[in-house]
């Protein structure tokens, strides 16, 4: 039983800003990664599943060139990669699978700080540092733009002071790297999260039956996240309303309470995140000991 056809094979970033809540997501779907990030190869002990530790650049090729099942990368790489694979000839194929609920981020044009801005149209002919050239082009051919690319790895922030550059497009999720360079972010041009993607193509049956297990593990850790169990004691009278603002809720439970006859204790899962506001409403409701707790695993 040759390993290539029978352990899922997963390709997820060494080290980087994808690393920590991938191996989390893993951790809490039961995917136990011993091997310490050193190894380019993990082998998961209590599963039929290796792990492939690379660049994130380098991910959505290994899917793309069938090397690896799986692989989890940001959308930005993905379509990035794609779109410069496809000028080189390269295959493109993949699934996603799912997308995830971390890696949030966006790409900017970002300018220096005191230069004027109108739009767009204001980068024609311009040099712009990026180490995403092609969905920069896509986005200003789309408008007609010419522009001149920088193409940088690493330190895009600082090309416009060292004078390679009169603007940048990179990636920015609180911004405070632009600002610390003198820079403001003046148009996004991409949104991202991270996807979990896989080759297209059917996979063999023992490593479709991991798939299949692996899946709804994802899913419901992932939704177990933004989820909260609920717990209350409430009026009866009240129970209409307070069910109407609980956010996401499906049918609550409703438990007596011993030597009350107009109370009852009141426990749902909630869906969506819950606010203190919402809190506050179920009190003046009449609700009390009100307490939201974090769960842990989900499956519907
Ligand atoms: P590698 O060494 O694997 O090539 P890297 O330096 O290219 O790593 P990271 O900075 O670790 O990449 O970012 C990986 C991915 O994380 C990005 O491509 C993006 O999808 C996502 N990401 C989330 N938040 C941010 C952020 N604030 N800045 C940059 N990337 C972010
Ligand atoms: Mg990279």
């Known amino acids: 039983n040759?390993?290539?056809?029978?352990?899922?094979?997963?390709?997820?970033?060494?080290?980087g800003r994808l690393t920590d809540d991938t191996e989390k997501l893993f951790?809490?779907?039961?995917?136990?990664?011993?091997e310490s990030r050193d190894h380019l190869l993990a082998h998961v002990e209590n599963l039929p599943i290796d792990i492939l530790r690379v660049r994130d650049d380098d991910i959505p090729g290994l899917v793309m060139d069938h090397v690896v099942d799986w692989g989890i990368v940001g959308q930005n790489v993905l379509e990035e990669t794609m779109m410069q694979r496809k000028v080189d000839g390269m295959p493109t194929g993949f699934r996603e699978v799912m997308k995830l609920n971390y890696g949030d981020c966006r790409l900017s044009v970002a300018i220096p700080q005191e230069k004027e801005w109108h739009g767009l149209a204001d980068l024609e002919g311009c040099k712009i540092a990026t180490t995403y050239p092609f969905l920069l082009k896509r986005k200003l051919s789309e408008q007609g733009i010419n522009f001149k690319p920088v193409l940088l790895t690493g330190s895009?922030?600082?090309?416009?002071?060292?004078?390679?550059?009169?603007a940048i497009c990179d990636l920015v999720c609180t911004g405070a790297t632009l600002q610390a360079n003198g820079?403001?972010?003046?148009d996004t041009i991409y949104e991202s999260k991270a996807v979990l993607i896989g080759r297209d193509q059917d996979l063999f049956p023992e490593k479709q039956a991991i798939a299949d297990l692996i899946i709804p593990r994802l899913k419901g850790v992932m939704a177990a996240r933004e989820s909260k169990y609920i717990m209350m004691n409430a009026p009866k009278a009240m129970l209409q309303q307070i069910k109407a603002i609980l956010p996401g809720a499906e049918n609550p439970s409703i438990i007596e309470l011993e030597g009350e006859t107009?109370?009852?204790a009141l426990h749902v899962v909630s869906r969506e995140k819950l606010f203190w506001e919402t809190m506050e409403q179920l009190k003046a409701l009449?609700?009390?000991?009100?307490l939201v707790v974090p769960i842990e695993k989900m499956l519907d």
Do not use: F, H, M, Y
């Open 286 to 290: 009449g609700a009390s000991s009100i």
């Open 183 to 186: 820079l403001r972010e003046v």
């Open 2 to 15: 040759d390993a290539s056809r029978s352990r899922l094979r997963i390709a997820i970033q060494k080290s």
């Open 262 to 264: 107009d109370r009852v």
């Open 27 to 34: 951790k809490n779907c039961g995917i136990k990664i011993n």
């Open 156 to 166: 895009v922030e600082v090309a416009p002071r060292a004078g390679l550059a009169d």
